[in-house]
C-alpha cells in the first residue's frame, strides 16, 4: 500500500496528473499477450524464477510467454508439465534444460541455495518419482538444497527407517505416495518439521487415480502434516521453498 | 455330498421311500420360526458358537432365536450389535454375559484356544477399541488366544515398534484403524502372518465415516493384508480364527 | 540416534547388561495408562503443551491422561474436541479455562509469543469461527501471536481488501471457509506467505459437509496453498506455529 | 394456445372437418427425417438461429439436418461441438464458418446486437478459452454484444480488477473457470448483474474433470450467481442472451 | 470507480488530505461489531431489502446484526433459514413477519412489484413447498409479482400442462424438485424464458439428499435453464428478481 | 384421445361452444385443493386403488386428500410412509387398518386376487421385512396373490433353494436385499420369470445406505431383472401387480 | 423338481444305479468346452434364442461357443456387443447378420412376433440410437413386434406427445436417455404399462457416463418405472420381451 | 529381534566396535541400485520367490532388479503387470516364462506344492480369467496347488453347484467377480474354509470399474470373506498361500 501513499502524494504536489494516477493505479503489474496475462510483478526480485504452467498451452503461446519475459529480464523460467515435443521446439529458441521425466523445461542457470535447512523430498515408489522430481526442481530452482529419498513406502518400513538421519535433520519434507499414502502419516510422526503430503495418481483399482492417498493423507493423525493437490508436485516444492526462506525475506 | 449318497442308496435299497427322500433332500438344516430361519446345520460340531446379528432385530425376536439355538443344544451364542437395554432384557432370560464397550453378548463360556498361535488384535487409537473388543470376543469364543494391542496408532510409530515382538509371533493380526488407516500397511510391511485390516468409522471431516481408511487398507502394497467392511470386528475376529485352525478341522 | 549410541557404549564399556540395553531400546517413551499410551518424550522441551484429542475419550479417561501428564510436569496441556459437559467435570478436577466456541480446554497458560511474526486466522462467514478458535488458540499455545480476520468471504470482496496490511504483513495465514471455499485462492494469490487452507463443514446442499470446499482448496491455483482435514482447526494451527518457528528450534 | 381456438373456431364453423383438426393438433412443428426431428416452429421469427449439437452426430447426419433448415428458410444455424473433420466435410457443401478453437460452425451471418447491454464472458486461465469462445459465438449469433476478458482468474486477482469498469458495466456476465472455480463467486461479489458459472474440465488430480469447479459453484456465496453443466459453454450463451434480451420478446 | 475519479481529484485540489484519502479508499462500506461484518453499501438504494442468512447465527448475534440495520435506515430485511424459536425472540424485539413453512422472517412491508412480469415458482411435490416459499417470499420482497404453481410434477404432466397458459405468460420460471427433477427441463422445453432449476432434498434412497435432481437439472437438454444449490430457494428467487428487472436499474 | 375427438365432435355439432371446449381440454382431471392436487382420472376404473405417499405430508394434508378422494367414490386408498402417530389421527378419522412394520395405511378391503399368477417377495434378512411388507400389501391391494420368503439370503443359499417351488412356479419375483444385494441375482438366475429387485439401507459401512445393493442389483448378470429405488417396496409392488396383470386390462 | 423326482424313482426301481444318479444331480445342463460353459437348457424351448455377450471374448472363444450352441441345435443365436472386426471374422464362419450401429449379430432368422402387444422403443435424442437398436433387436428376437420412437427428449415435448397414440396402446415401453434420463419419468406419467427405464452413458460433464440419467430414472416418481444398467440395451429388450410373454408360457 | 541381541553381545564381548554396530543397526536388508532398493530380507529362506512389480518399470529398471536379485542367489522371481513387449526383452536377457494372459513373467521353476491343501480359484465370467491366472500362478510360484473353476458366476448357479465338491474340499478359495460380484457371497455361503474376494474391473456402465464388485463383497453377509483390491490378483494368490501355509512356517 506504500506504493499507493506515494501516488496519493504525487497527485497532492502536482507531480503526477489525476487521469494518470487513476491510470497508474488500474494498470496492472502484467503484460497482456491476447491469449494470456503475463506476470512482471516480481521482476523486482532478481534471481526469483517465473512459471509457466505448461499443460494445455500451444508451443507459440508458451514461446511468446517465455519472450515476453526475457524482454522484461526475467533471469530464470520453470516451465511445468512440458511435454517432450514442446521441449525440443522450446530447445530450438532459447537456452532451455529439459528434465524428462519431471517434465519440466528450465531456461537460466539454478541458483546456489539460501534456504534454512535441506528439503526431503521422500516417496513411496519409483513410480512416483515424475512428481518427487517436479518437485525437488521447483524447490532447488527456488534457491533450497534437496535430499532424495525415493522408493522407502511402508510396505519395507526398514527402507524408511534406514533414513532416519535425513528425516530427523530436515527443515521441511515432501511426502509422496500414491496408492495407500500412509508414508506421509508415517514421516509426520517421525519428524518434527512441516510435510507437505503430495498424492499421486500411481496404483490401480480402488487408488482411484490418486484419491485413496489424497483421503489417507488428509485423515493423517500426525501433526504438521498439510497436503497438496494430487500429482502438484510443483506447489509442494514451491511450499517447501517458502517454508525454508521463512524469516529470510 | 455323502450324505445325498448315503440318501441315494437308502432309496435303492428301499429303506427310504422316493417321497421321503425328496423331503429330506429339500428340508434345509435350519428350524423356520416364522420371522427369521435358525441354522442349525452346525449342531454337530460341538462347542462350535452360534451367531446373532443383534442390530435391527427385536428383543423378543432374538429371545425366540436363542431359545431355539439352546432347545438345539447350542453351548455358545455370540450376539453382535447388542445394545444396553435388548441386553438387560436377555440377561433376564438367559444367562448373558454382556461386554458392553464391544456391544457384545455371550451366552455360555469361552472355550480354551486350540488354534495354531495368538491372534494379535491392534488398533491405531483409543477410540477404535469397541471394535476390536467385538473382533477380540469373536476370536476368543472360536477358541483362540488373544493378543489386545491398542492405541499403537503409526502417527507415534515408536509406540508400535515397542510391540514387535508381540507382531513377529502372531498367527494372525487384527489391524484396526480410522482415519488414514496406515497401521495395516505398517504392520504388514513388519509381519509375515496375514493381516486383516478393519476400517472404522472413527473420524471427521475427510475420513467420510471410514471410507478414508477402507480405501488406504485396499490400496496397501504390503502383501498378506485384506480388508472386510468398515467396523465388521465380527468378520475379522471369525476370519482370524478360521485362519488360526488351519489344518485342524 | 544419538541415544543409542550412548547406550551401545555403555553396552561396550559394561555399564549396561545386554538385557537393559535390549530393555531400554524397546522401552518407548511414553507411558502406558492401560486404555492410551500417553505420550512424554517431548516433557524435555519445557513449555511445549501435550495435546489431547477429546473427541470419543471419555471424561475419565481424559482425567487420567491429565493426571498422568501433570504428574510427568507437562506445564500446559491443550484439548481439543471438548465438549461442554466433559469440561466441566475436568474444571471440577483441575485448573482448566474451557473456550466453548472452539471447544477447547487448556490448562496452564499461554505462553509468550516467540515466533518469526503474526499468523493470520481469517474465516470466510461467522459459522466458521469456531473452527477458527480451535486453530487461534492452538498457535497461541505453541507460542504464536495471532491476527484475527472473521467473516472477510469474497461474497463481499471489499471486507477482505480493508484487511490488506494485516494479510501482507502475515508470516503465515490460516484461510477458513466453508461453501465454495474462495477464500484461500484469493488470499493466496493476495499474499507472499504460506497459506494454510481449512474446509470448513459449514454449508448446506451440494457443500456436501465441507467436501466442496475442501476440493476448491485443493485445486487452488494460488502458489503457497496446502491444506488440512475439513474442520481441522487444530492441526492448522499446530503446522502455522511450526512454520513460525522456523529456523528457531 | 391462441392457434388452438383458431382452430377449434375452424371447426365450429366448418372450414376444417375433425379428422382435420385432430390431424393438425397432433402435427408437431418439426419434420421428421428418419434420423432426426428437425424443429421448425421458430421459423416464424426470422433471424433466430438453429441450433445443432454436433457430438454424436455423423457428418451426413448434420448435412440432412442443416438441408432441412435451409429447405424452411432458416437464416443462422449454429452448430457445436462440430469437429475439424466434419466441419471440412460441411464446408463443402454449405457456406459455414468454422471457429476451430471453439469448436463451433456457423451457416450465415451474425446479426447486429439487440440486446440490453454487454455480455461479459471472463475466464480464469487460457485453457478455458475453448468453452468461452463457445459462449461467446453463441451469445453473438442470438444478437448480443459480447466483451471477451481471458485469464483473469483469482490467483493474481489484480488481473481481474485491471477489469472493474467492463464487470461494472455488464448487463450479464459469464464467468468461465475450471480447477477452483472461485472466478464466479468473486465476479459474483463484484458485479450487480446476474453471474451465469460454468465450470470446465480443465485441470487434473482433485478438479475430478471440473466436478471441483462445479461444486464451488454452486456453492457460491454470491447472490445472482447460477450454473450449468460443466464445459456447457452454448447453454451459457444461450441464456446471457436470452436474459440480455428480457422485455424485449 | 467514479467514486475514486472524484476522491483524487478533491486530493489534487487540496480538499482533502493524502491520509484522509488513504482512509477513504481503505474504508469498506460495512459496519464491524465483531463476529460480523455488517454490509451497508445498499443503504443510498432505498427500498432494497438487506438479506440475513439465518443458520448458524445465535439469536443475539442476529439481534445485533439487525439492529445495526435499523440504524443505517434499512427498510426491509430478510432473514432466511430462521427457526421459530430465533423467530419468536426476533419477534420480540422488531416488527418481524414470519412465515414458518419458508423458515423465513421479514421486518418491512412488501414493497409494489416493479419487474418486467411475473415469475412462476412451480414445484413438482407438496414437499418442495418450503423451499418454494422461500423463493417466492425473495422475490416478492426484492419487488416481484409471484405466480405459484404447486404440486405440478411430471408423473402427473397433465398437472402441469393445464397451467400451460401462466408457464408461456412467465417472465422468469423457478423450477423447484426433488427426486428426478425432470420438472426442470420440461418446463425448460415449454417456455421460452429463462428457467432457473432448484434441487431439493426432498426423496429418499437414491435421492442422495438431492444431488439426483441437481445433477438432471444439471443435464437438461433444454435451453434457458440454469441450476443453483440444492434447496437454495432464496438464490434463486434473488437470481429471478434481478432478472425480472433487467434494464431497469 | 378418442375424448379429445368426442370433443371436437361436438364442437362441429355445435353441442359444446369453443369457450367450453377449451376449458374442457385444459381442465385436467384432478381436484385442486391448496396444497396439493388429488388426482382423480382413474375413478372409472372402479376398485382400484388411489395412493399417498405419506412422507413430508402433514395429518390433516392426508386428511384432506383422503376426505376427496371418498367424496370422489374411490373404493381403496393406500397411504405409505405413515408414521405411527399419523396413523392414529388418521385412524380417528376414516376406517383405516394400520401395517406398523410396512408404516401402511389401507382405507377400504382388500380385493380378490386377479392376476395371472403369484407373486413372490423374498427377503435376504428380517431387517428388510419393513420394505418387503410395503411391497406385498401394495401387490395385495391391486389384486394379487403374495407368497412370502423372507430371510433367504445367499449367504446360507440352502435357505433358498428349500423354496425352490415357490421361486419357480412365480409369475414374478420381488427380491429385496441391503448390505450385497447378491439376491436379485441368484434369483434371477434360477427364475424364468420378471425379477424386480429392491435394495435396501440396511447394513453397516460400506453398504452406504443401501448403495451398494444397488449397484450390485444394476449389475445382475441374470436376464429379467431390473432395479427400483433404495427401500421402495410400493414401486415394486405396483410393478409387480402392474406385469402380474399383463393382457388383461 | 419333477426331474429329480423321476430319477429317485429310477433309482428306486434299480433302473438306475446310485453312481448314475449322483453324477446326473451333479451334472448341469451345460457343455465346458474350456473357457466357457456353454449354456443349454433351453434347448428344449425350440425357437428360443442363445445370447452371446461378445465384449471381452476373442473371435476364435466365439465362434467355439457359436459352434458347440449350432451343434445343440440352437435355432437362433444373439451376439451382443460384437466390434465391426469380430463381425467380420464370424460371417465368415457363419451365417451372420451384423447391425452395426446396434453392434449386434445375429445368427438365423427372426420369429414371427407373438406377444401380447407392442413394444415402444422410445430415445431421448439420435446419440441414443445403439442402445435402442441393441434393446430393439433383443426384443425382436425373442418374438415381440416393437414400434421405434427415436429422437423425442423432453426438452422438445411436442416431439413426444406426437406420439400419443403408440404410447398409451404400448404393452411394454423401453424408454431410453442420457442426460437428464427424464423420458422415462415423462412416459412413465403418460402410459398405463410397465416402462423400462435404460439410462445411456451419452452426455457430457455432470452426465458423469451415464451416473446422472441412472439417478433421475431411479428416482423417477412415475409407477411403473423399473431401471436396468447403463447403455443395458440387450437387458431392457430381454425383459420387456419376457413381460410381453406374460401368461403366455 | 534375536539379531539385535546377537549383536549387542557381540558389542559386549568387544567383538563389534560402537560404530560397526550402529553401522548394522541402521543397514537394512536391501541393495539400493539407484532407482529401487531391492529387498534381499528373504533370501536365507530358500526358494522363497522375489516379486517385481511390473507396472510403471521400464525394461532397463526390471533388468536391473532382477540382475540383482540373481545375483544375490534369488531361484525364483514372479513379474506381475508385465506386458508383452517387456517379457520379450527380458526373455531374451533371462530364461523367463511369460504367461501372457496373466501378463505375468516367471524366471525359474515352479516349486513342488507344499500347503495344507488346495487353493480354488473362482471366476464369475470368461473375462475375469487375467486376473485369476495372475492369483493362480502367484500361488502356484508360492507352493501351492491349485484347481482352477472359471466361469461359474451366479446368473447360472448350476455351474458353480456343480463343483460342490471342489469347493467343499478347498483349503483356501479365491473368488473372483466384476459385476454384481456376488460370487463371494454365494461360495461364502458354502463353505467352511476362508474366502478371498478379488473385485474385478469387468463390466460396463454402473460396474464403475469393480466398484460395484467391490462393494458387494465388502457388505458380504457370509462369514470368512475378505477382500483385496480390484483386480489384484496378486495379492490373493499370495494370502491365499500364506494361509495354505498355516502352521508349517
Same mark, same amino acid.
Given at each position: ?60 503461446? +508458451? ?5 515476453? +519475459? ?18 525440443? #521446439? ?59 529419498? #525415493? ?52 496404483? #490401480? ?45
Amino acid at each position: 500500500m506504500s506504493e499507493l501513499k506515494d501516488l496519493l502524494e504525487s497527485v497532492q504536489r502536482g507531480d503526477t496528473t489525476v487521469a494518470d494516477a487513476l491510470h497508474q493505479i488500474k494498470k496492472a503489474p502484467f503484460q497482456d499477450i491476447g491469449f494470456a496475462k503475463v506476470d512482471l510483478h516480481r521482476k523486482a526480485l532478481q534471481g526469483y524464477p517465473e512459471v509457466i504452467y505448461g499443460a494445455g498451452k500451444t508451443e507459440t503461446q +508458451m514461446e511468446g510467454i517465455i519472450t515476453t +519475459m526475457l524482454q522484461n529480464r526475467q533471469e530464470r523460467i520453470l516451465i511445468t508439465r512440458l511435454n517432450a515435443e514442446a521441449a525440443s #521446439y522450446l530447445e530450438s529458441k532459447f537456452e532451455l534444460t529439459y528434465h524428462s521425466e519431471a517434465r519440466v523445461g528450465i531456461v537460466g542457470s539454478m541458483p546456489s541455495p539460501s534456504g534454512l535447512g535441506k528439503i526431503v523430498v521422500a516417496t513411496g515408489g519409483t513410480s512416483d518419482i515424475p512428481v518427487a522430481e517436479e518437485a525437488a526442481l521447483t524447490a532447488e530452482i527456488h534457491g533450497n538444497e534437496v535430499v532424495r529419498l #525415493y522408493d522407502v513406502g511402508v510396505a519395507g518400513i526398514h527402507r524408511l527407517f534406514s533414513h532416519m538421519d535425513e528425516i530427523m535433520d530436515a527443515s521441511v519434507i515432501i511426502a509422496i505416495a500414491g496408492m495407500e499414502g500412509a508414508l506421509a502419516s508415517v514421516i509426520g510422526g517421525m519428524a518434527d518439521c512441516p510435510v507437505i503430503a503430495v498424492p499421486t495418481g500411481v496404483g #490401480y483399482g480402488a487408488s482411484f487415480g490418486g484419491v485413496s492417498a489424497l483421503l489417507s493423507m488428509l485423515n493423517s493423525c500426525a501433526s504438521g502434516v498439510s497436503v497438496v493437490n494430487i500429482d502438484n508436485g510443483f506447489g509442494a516444492g514451491y511450499l517447501a521453498g517458502m517454508m525454508n526462506h521463512m524469516g529470510k525475506k
